[in-house]
């Protein structure tokens, strides 16, 4: 079956970097829309960064500048660049098929931003 993991979160002081990946399994993963979203304790789903399957990329107002979304088909790997941390990107981070379905979801790896 389709599979994404995420790996890469973990703890980091505000202001730091971290990268997060996602890698793909069974799946034509170049023809596909892909996307990271985030959750917290107590909040909804939102959504973070997203790539079309020809890269066109699009961010939400909260990380504008400081994350960066971006893909590498011949690892079949989705990644986001997180720069210039702050606490409340704090979250659960999970990444996504965004075109097609059905949808498909990664576990989620863990981000804690604090110092």
């Known amino acids: 079956q389709v599979n994404l993991v995420e790996s890469g979160g973990g703890l980091v002081q505000p202001g730091g970097s971290l990268r997060l990946s996602c890698a793909a399994s069974?799946?034509?993963?170049?023809?596909?829309?892909m996307g990271w979203y985030r959750q917290s304790p107590g909040k909804q789903r939102e959504l973070v960064a997203t790539?079309?399957?020809?890269?066109?990329?699009n961010y939400a107002d909260s990380v504008k500048g400081r994350f960066t979304i971006s893909r590498d088909n011949a690892k079949k790997t989705l990644y986001l660049q997180m720069n210039s941390l702050k606490p409340e990107d704090t979250a659960v981070y999970y990444c996504?098929?965004?075109?097609?379905?059905?949808?498909?979801w990664g576990q989620g790896t863990q981000v804690t931003v604090s110092s």
């Open positions: 996504k098929t965004n075109s097609g379905r059905p949808e498909y």
């Open positions: 069974r799946i034509i993963f170049s023809i596909y829309a």
């Open positions: 790539i079309t399957a020809g890269g066109i990329t």
